[in-house]
């Protein structure tokens, strides 16, 4: 794989991986790794300053930082896994679908993804798991639900690009079945732009995860997580203001670790895609530029345009980058769908 | 019909479908050349029909998700409320009280039909009317949230125009790097650090709470600037970097180099020219940034303690007091169609001169 092989060769990702190579063997084995019992509680040592006991202090309890970091690492790193797996499972086969299967299914499933996409999704996590009960699969099912738009409309734009070259309409024209033109011509190159988009989507979906145990949604109460010790240090800042600061940098550095390897990935690919989280990274680099602006204004088109259809696909538009693509998704929807429907 | 066509006769006073038809012909790259747009519309219009064509089906998806998933947990509000002494009789009750025993259809469509209305029914636990303790929650929202809203605005447009005039330079750079690491920091650790800053290392500003404006406009913005400041800081980023790609795109464009080659001043190049074309795409990311804003705003106040609708969804959560749940839920998607509304509406006013005129 020389995509890899190049990706190798960034300082950025070697850095990246290795700090994602340390959260990993932390998220599987942190609790045992841990030098203290994570929710064991000292009354006579609360509030305390790093020292040789406590590397990183202890809590209002009394609870060794360290430990409870460690082990709250695989609480909040599979929490966030959880979430980018549904919005993949639940997105991108629609995406696909949107595009294959009839107008019916297209008109839907679009109607749904901007319904999803206006849902304030923290109010909607509390209010699932006030509803059906508070956990963390709970939570990241939620969050799964309203992050599915984002890998939905990639899948689409990226599919819709493909199903209108030459290669897809010659094999149509001899005869090919829509099933063996997506598996074999379609799936495998739509795949790199899905795999991009779920490595921004997951330093994303950390920083939801993170927020909403913050907030108590997701975690019963000794158990650590990251933003769960956030909140409770929250109260103690006279005591100890530096103490947010622990938790706050692995927050951070694990989600930049994310979005390095999801920016070298997409610079080594060439893929051009939205964070779902964000549209349009800033870059140095002339190209990315002039790629992003042309997808904006197209946005900004489609959103004058002003028919639902055209709205939603200014996320699409936003997400896309490249103008041709772009195109294909706000214009020629229906000649894709006659074409493919010919078959 | 061609594309011409469609282009053409949109401006002349022709009755144009209120939703236009997609454009069925169109060559390729044709949606970039000509952007098709149903004249005769006013924004308002538009955006009004936007919000029923976005509006009603995430209303209905959001409340009916929630309301169905009601129905699959076997909670039972009536028992709870009550406690341990409720007699069967007495659960019977209350849960006729609370319309419980209808089938499952029933109540979500006379639920519907209430919130349409404005009555968004009452707490199972304190019996009060949702729709005001909503009402006395909303401002607190609304007050981080726009000065949030003004601050991004501001700070965002001015360094992402001085970074785009300054394409490659120094300021750039550092412009960006900035934006790269405040989209890492988690919105609760802003607010964090705000506090550690201006409310324990040097308390000039309380650390939480709040006091509605209507009382003492002066306390009001003492208690509101911190979180909007902390809610403002990855909206403002995100503003930052789309006003600096998408005006540093509209620079290279060709009537930005007739302009200037007819010796208008910079000042008048960028701000007159090229600044209303490079906003266009910046409003649509606000547009889409809105839930995140809203979904922030309940973080922001948990850090700092606000009374908001946040506080009280998460308060109703933990006790299953459903009526209040969806009451905020359906709140907080109004107030983001709102806002999808008015950034519509703004889109079509900015839309550049050349364009109007068709």
Redesign the interface.
Known sequence: MSVLRRMIRLRSVRLALLVLAVVAVLAVAGGSLAPQDPIAQDPKAILQNPSGAHWLGTDYLGRDVLSRLMDATGRSVVGAAEAVGVGLLLGAPAGLASVVFGRAFEWLAL??S???????????A?????????GIHQAMLAIGLVLAPNYFRITRAATLGLA?SQYVEIAELVGASRWWILRTHIWNKVLPTIVVTAASGA?ASL?VV??LS????GTKPPAPTW?GM??S??NY??QR?WA?LAP?LV??IT??AL?ALADALRDTTGIVTGDP????????SDSA??A???S??????????????A?SS??TA?ATGS??T???A??????QKREVSDV | MTTLDVVGSGGRGQPQPSRPSRPSRLPRGAGLLRRWRPSGLSGLARGLGQLLAVGVPVTLLATFITYGMTALTDSNPAATVLGDLATPQDIERMNHQFGLDRPFLVQYVSWLGNALTGDLGYSYFTTLPVRDSVAQALPVDLSITLVAAVVAILVGGVTGIAAALNNGGRLDRAVTAVCAVASTIPPFVVGIGLIILFAVTVPVLPSGGYVPISEDPGRWLKFVILPGVALSVEFGAELTRQIRTSLVGTLRENFVTGATVRGLSVRRVVFGHALRNAVGPALTVVGLYVPRLIGGAVVAEAVFNLPGLGQQALQAAERGDIPVIQGVLVTSIALVLVCNVAVNVALVRLRPAAERRS
């Open positions: 109607r749904i901007d319904a999803l996409l206006t849902l304030p999704y923290i109010i909607f509390i209010a699932v798991t006030g509803i059906i009960g508070n209108s330093a920083l993170s927020s913050f907030l108590g949604i933003g956030l909140s240090d929250l800042l006279a203001p947010p706050s927050i951070i989600v930049a979005n989280g964000r549209s349009g990274r800033a870059r140095g530029d002039t992003e602006t042309s904006a204004a197209t946005a900004n088109s489609a959103v004058t345009a002003g028919s639902a259809v709205t200014a996320a936003t103008v041709e772009t195109t294909a706000t214009s020629s929807i229906p000649r």
